[in-house]
């Protein structure tokens, strides 16, 4: 099977500007480039599926016809890929009514470390001799502005 | 007759659609949920014993060819799969009823919890039961949609927080799943598991590594093997209690069971034995140590279950009949033990509104029965002798050692290191929770959002904060009238179950060696998919 070459840079190009998308910290741009993904490899399923034939019936013609499954399994990733799109905007939503932005937010330890540092505290753990050591980086980060009344 | 291999998936999809029917009603649902679980449970045992006396039972949905059409198979592996996943679905049910009972009342139907935790179950057993990849894609999405909604119930903060993250990385695994299917597809021209068997081998070596590469990153971002997974201990501790124990219990577990049926199907001398037994060893260390670091019931539980993913990784990376047959004895083991140590971490939370080691205390006086609820599959998941634990290790050690080689001996001694941080990680929770006395005050400023906001299965604090209480023996009476029965039975069956294991260890380990036999030989699946009809 010789792949379609438009077909197969199309892919790369909608899953590269997917990627990036997905590596942004909102949640909506992460939603926009799943989609950007989705698509690309539905168009993969293009690829796959070989050259373009007749409608896949048997008795309408004698020429080639397409092959049938790829677009089985295509129709039934797009489907999958709307609902979990639908999802993913609705929790987006959710996010943005209660904490008034939809960002992805940090781990829980990772947030209590945070603090403890703002609070000027130590762990239990936390050895005397390190503190000459110079801060880790990100901990002059400016503090996000979050408020959480849930009133848009 | 072989028809009812259709009936575990079809069955929790009708139950479903008739909770939604019945949504007003909460006795309508528990009575449907309970009746199909359970009717399904009996499939899944029947189902097992035949796939024992006969060889795999095999179903054409639809009655189209096996190559073309979806073919649904129960050889020994899914069906031992689908049976305990489904024993601890139906207790983990159970307990649900008794937390929401106890919660919103005897008459507040929770309309979406049951459909989606029966949809789930469908989806599970979808995936275990499938005998193509795009099935078991299908399967898949079932459940990780199904476990969406089941980890953001409620939408509180801390949930919507958590599952975004589960949400994102589930998508992208999915669609890497998706790619892989397609190259997959491009390279043989088919979907279909016991066609591939034949197809890949004749692949250029090159082809078909990239595809197991393709594969293997999928699943193993499901499994949460080492270095894909960050996303768990982070997302499942806010669920709730009974979403997290099925979660933990299940839902790796299904991408431990596909990375086996690829691995011994499609892969079976494959070069990428080495990665996989690397991947095993960092799985099992990196993951103990986040648990010894912990200091939340919750997300200790999260990182043993991540570390011990690991053992079952070292079975199929060593491949042997005994290292298969070892993973396999560990996954039913590992189901049982996790799911009901993150059911008595709920009824931890319950008791005491948190699960933080730093505030409780006190609890093996105050909650004797709870105490020995926690202590017996603790000890089970340690590896204490003579639990089935302990057998499974042991199964999976002398596997190793048979191997000879040295990273295989490397990997021994990790399972080892890792068993005996286990127990110091557990020791550390019975220390702190049960063992020393109660406090009567905390150090105040010491809250620094340590509280997982997880127990109640709609977010809401359904536990009113109760008092800190002296352990004397006025308050043990009390606190037990406290601890709701309609959530300590489902436990005590599931501890029941996790001791029973050990009970039966010979005859299951003889069972799953059968198993692992099958897997190798591999021609009894082919035959069955390919020459039986619907």
Same mark, same amino acid.
């Given at each position: 099977m010789t792949p379609n070459l438009p077909l197969v840079i199309l892919v790369g190009i909608m899953v590269a500007a997917g990627v990036t998308l997905v590596l942004e910290r909102s949640l909506t741009r992460i939603l926009i480039g799943f989609v950007l993904i989705g698509n690309g490899v539905s168009v993969l399923y293009l690829v796959i599926s070989g050259p373009a034939g007749t409608a896949p019936i048997v008795g309408l013609s004698d020429d080639p016809m397409s092959d049938p499954l790829p677009q089985a399994m295509v129709l039934t990733a797009i489907v999958i890929t709307l609902g979990v799109t639908s999802f993913g905007l609705a929790l987006a939503y959710r996010a943005w009514q209660l904490t008034g932005h939809d960002d992805v937010q940090d781990d829980v330890e990772d947030d209590a470390i945070r603090r403890r540092a703002e609070k000027d505290e130590t762990s239990v753990t936390f050895d005397e001799a390190d503190a000459a050591l110079p801060d880790e980086e990100g901990s002059d980060r400016p503090r996000r502005i979050a408020p959480r009344d849930g009133t848009p | 007759m072989n028809q009812i291999v259709l009936l575990p998936v079809i069955l929790p999809l009708l139950g479903a659609g008739l909770c939604l029917v019945f949504g007003r009603s909460a006795f309508a649902q528990r009575i449907i949920s309970i009746a199909i679980l359970a009717l399904v449970v009996t499939v899944a045992a029947v189902l097992l014993v035949r796939a024992d006396r006969f060889g795999p039972q095999t179903v054409n949905v639809g009655g189209w060819p096996a190559d073309i059409g979806i073919s649904l198979v129960a050889d020994r592996l899914s069906a031992l799969m689908l049976l305990v996943s489904t024993v601890v679905t139906l207790c983990v049910l159970l307990y649900s009823f008794g937390q929401g009972i106890v919660e919103f009342g005897r008459d507040a139907p929770l309309s979406v919890f049951h459909p989606t935790f029966l949809v789930l179950s469908a989806g599970v057993s979808n995936a275990f039961l499938s005998a193509d990849l795009f099935n078991l894609f299908v399967g898949f999405e079932i459940l990780l949609v199904s476990s969406y909604v089941l980890i953001t119930l409620g939408g509180t903060g801390a949930r919507v927080r958590s599952g975004t993250i589960y949400i994102?990385?589930?998508?992208?695994?999915?669609?890497?799943?998706?790619?892989?299917?397609?190259?997959?597809?491009?390279?043989?021209?088919?979907?279909?598991?016991?066609?591939?068997?034949?197809?890949?081998?004749?692949?250029?070596?090159?082809?078909?590594?990239?595809?197991?590469?393709?594969?293997?990153?999928?699943?193993?971002?499901?499994?949460?093997?080492?270095?894909?997974?960050?996303?768990?201990?982070?997302?499942?501790?806010?669920? @709730?209690?009974?979403?997290?124990?099925?979660?933990?219990?299940?839902?790796?577990?299904?991408?431990?069971?596909?990375?086996?049926?690829?691995?011994?199907?499609?892969? @079976?001398?494959?070069?990428?034995?080495?990665?996989?037994?690397?991947?095993?060893?960092?799985?099992?260390?990196?993951?103990?140590?986040?648990?010894?670091?912990?200091?939340?019931?919750?997300?200790?539980?999260?990182?043993?279950?991540?570390?011990?993913?690991?053992?079952?990784?070292?079975?199929?990376?060593?491949?042997?009949?005994?290292?298969?047959?070892?993973?396999?004895?560990?996954?039913?083991?590992? !189901?049982?033990?996790?799911?009901?140590?993150?059911?008595?971490?709920?009824?931890?939370?319950?008791?005491?509104?948190?699960?933080?080691?730093?505030?409780?205390?006190?609890?093996?006086?105050?909650?004797?029965?709870?105490?020995?609820?926690?202590?017996?599959?603790?000890?089970?998941?340690?590896?204490? @002798?003579?639990?089935?634990?302990?057998?499974?290790?042991?199964?999976?050690?002398?596997?190793?050692?048979?191997?000879?080689?040295?990273?295989?001996?490397?990997?021994?001694?990790?399972?080892?290191?890792?068993?005996?941080?286990?127990?110091?990680? !557990?020791?550390?929770?019975?220390?702190?929770?049960?063992?020393?006395?109660?406090?009567?005050?905390?150090?105040?400023?010491?809250?620094?959002?340590?509280?997982?906001?997880?127990?109640?299965?709609?977010?809401?604090?359904?536990?009113?904060?109760?008092?800190e209480r002296t352990s004397t023996w006025k308050a043990v009476d009390d606190d037990q009238q406290r601890l709701p029965l309609g959530m300590v039975v489902p436990t005590l069956m599931l501890v029941a179950c996790s001791v029973a294991l050990t009970v039966v260890a010979g005859p299951l380990l003889a069972f799953t060696t059968r198993a692992a036999e099958e897997l190798q030989g591999r021609s009894a699946y082919v035959t069955a998919v390919l020459g039986g009809g619907g």
């Open positions: - | 994102v990385v589930s998508m992208i695994s999915s669609v890497v799943f998706l790619v892989a299917i397609a190259c997959v597809y491009a390279a043989t021209g088919t979907v279909n598991l016991a066609a591939l068997a034949g197809r890949i081998e004749e692949l250029p070596s090159g082809v078909s590594n990239l595809l197991q590469l393709l594969l293997l990153t999928t699943f193993c971002i499901k499994a949460a093997v080492f270095p894909l997974s960050a996303w768990l201990p982070d997302s499942y501790p806010t669920a @709730p209690a009974p979403v997290t124990a099925v979660f933990a219990g299940l839902l790796t577990k299904v991408g431990i069971y596909a990375i086996i049926r690829t691995q011994t199907l499609l892969f @079976p001398d494959n070069d990428l034995r080495t990665l996989l037994l690397w991947a095993a060893v960092l799985t099992m260390v990196v993951g103990i140590l986040g648990a010894v670091a912990q200091s939340d019931i919750k997300r200790i539980l999260s990182f043993t279950l991540v570390s011990h993913i690991g053992y079952m990784l070292f079975g199929v990376a060593i491949g042997s009949t005994m290292g298969l047959s070892g993973a396999i004895f560990y996954i039913a083991h590992h !189901i049982t033990v996790q799911t009901t140590l993150f059911l008595v971490a709920g009824l931890v939370e319950y008791r005491s509104s948190t699960t933080n080691l730093d505030k409780l205390g006190g609890l093996a006086r105050a909650a004797p029965v709870l105490a020995v609820m926690f202590f017996v599959p603790a000890m089970n998941l340690a590896g204490i @002798p003579p639990f089935s634990g302990f057998l499974g290790k042991l199964t999976l050690v002398e596997a190793g050692v048979d191997d000879h080689r040295w990273l295989s001996y490397v990997a021994v001694a990790a399972a080892i290191v890792t068993s005996l941080l286990t127990l110091y990680a !557990i020791a550390k929770v019975w220390n702190r929770a049960f063992w020393r006395p109660a406090e009567t005050g905390h150090e105040a400023g010491d809250d620094l959002g340590h509280d997982s906001h997880g127990g109640s299965m709609h977010g809401r604090s359904g536990v009113s904060t109760k008092t």
